[in-house]
């Protein structure tokens, strides 16, 4: 390969982090989705460098001026599944074993290797041939690996196939994050158990329960799911949080917490027409009444959680969204949510947001239809029990 000319890189510009988008780049693969896309650049612009620039000074220090002999090698592409310590300790002594061969001494080798991460490799066409078919180029399990195309193209197989109303209730695309009440529920302390199979007197110990441990395990596994080297600011989703607010701080004392806020009977009504649905695909037949109830509870709880912290504790914390600003204005709110909590609203973010929207519109699978009367519950009562969290939180609802 030629080397480059001093009039080109010149010709090139002024260098900067971003001044690579202006250059050809002809072996990039293609991202469907532009709000992941730019979901992971933000994720990379705040995390620790794959190499060291002070690593890169030392290799350069290395090679001098003269002429060295640089090994370079590795696999093109590993795959999630590979047995990593196998393969690094296997291409660690090839290269132990290949810097023997060439020698030692003032002109010794220089080694670079890729290995424990090359999840990509580029590629000169967008496609490739098997038995006359044109498929998606293979780049590496971190681009394309093809569980995950399979999962994607099949979003609404499984549960949905068991019973097709959830889809129009709760879905969760395969490449979209998850609720806390996954991790939650591996220590046992979730209302997502509840909300699947119909156990009040268990939906009653959740309410009570002790959260430490709980939150003592949620934050285990936050961290090791970023121990690969991802870092940033954790954000965390669920409505189980409002029911433990004091254990959630005592573990996150830094949390700030955003609140959206809707018409309680509305959100009883929505949430017991989910636990029953749920209940209809894993469980036996329940009475209407049984859900309206215990979600009444369960979603009072929530809202007493909230108001009682606050009263103790303060807004100083907490950011207000009503729901119906969410669904009206998602672009405008949120922007209005990044001045607050301080963070830049950047074009990349706008652009990001407005091509999730496109695609996860509301009432895509169908509507989602229900009402109190379902479950044997009434305006006025249901008014009432919420009556503390209305008064506090009127202006938004």
Not at 67 to 84: K, M, N, S, T
Not at 202 to 224: C, F, I, K, Q, T
Not at 344 to 368: D, I, N, P, Y
Request: charged share 25%; aromatic share 10%.
């Amino acid at each position: 390969m030629p080397a480059l000319s001093l009039g080109y890189l010149r010709a090139m510009g002024p260098w900067s982090p971003s001044s690579w988008r202006a250059r050809p780049a002809r072996q990039q693969p293609t991202y469907p989705d532009a709000a992941a896309l730019a979901a992971v650049e933000a994720r990379l612009r705040n995390s620790a460098p794959v190499v060291r620039v002070e690593d890169c000074i030392r290799a350069r220090e290395a090679l001098g001026d003269q002429h060295r002999f640089l090994l370079q090698g590795g696999d093109c592409a590993e795959q999630f599944d590979d047995p990593v310590d196998e393969r690094v300790t296997a291409l660690s002594a090839l290269f132990d074993a290949m810097l023997a061969r060439l020698g030692r001494g003032a002109d010794e080798p220089i080694a670079v290797a890729r290995i424990a991460g090359q999840f990509a490799k580029p590629r000169s066409d967008g496609t490739e041939r098997r038995g006359g078919i044109a498929l998606p180029a293979y780049r590496g399990d971190i681009v394309n690996d093809a569980r995950f195309e399979a999962a994607r193209a099949n979003e609404l197989q499984g549960l949905h196939q068991l019973n097709p109303a959830i889809a129009s209730m709760h879905h969760d695309p395969p490449d979209m994050p998850v609720e806390c009440l996954v991790t939650m529920a591996q220590h046992f302390v979730s209302l997502s158990l509840p909300a699947i199979f119909p156990l009040p007197s268990y939906a009653r110990w959740v309410l009570s329960a002790d959260h430490g441990p709980v939150y003592r395990w949620h934050e285990r596994v936050l961290r090791l799911l970023q121990s690969g080297g991802v870092r940033g600011r954790w954000q965390l989703k669920s409505p189980h949080h409002a029911i433990a607010l004091e254990a959630l701080t005592a573990r996150y004392p830094d949390a700030r917490f955003i609140v959206t806020h809707r018409d309680p009977a509305t959100c009883v009504a929505s949430a017991a027409s989910l636990a029953r649905e749920f209940a209809r695909t894993f469980a036996a037949p329940r009475g209407d009444a049984e859900f309206g109830e215990l979600w009444t509870e369960i979603l009072a709880a929530m809202g007493d959680g909230i108001v009682q912290f606050r009263r103790e504790h303060g807004d100083d914390r907490f950011f207000d969204v009503p729901y119906r600003d969410l669904t009206g204005d998602p672009i405008g709110t949120v922007q209005r949510l990044y001045e607050r909590l301080g963070d830049a609203f950047t074009s990349g973010t706008e652009a990001a947001l407005r091509a999730h929207v496109e695609v996860a519109k509301q009432h895509r699978f169908g509507r989602h239809e229900y009402g109190l009367a379902e479950f044997e519950l009434d305006r006025p009562s249901v008014d009432a029990r919420f009556a503390d969290y209305r008064e506090r939180f009127a202006e938004f609802l």
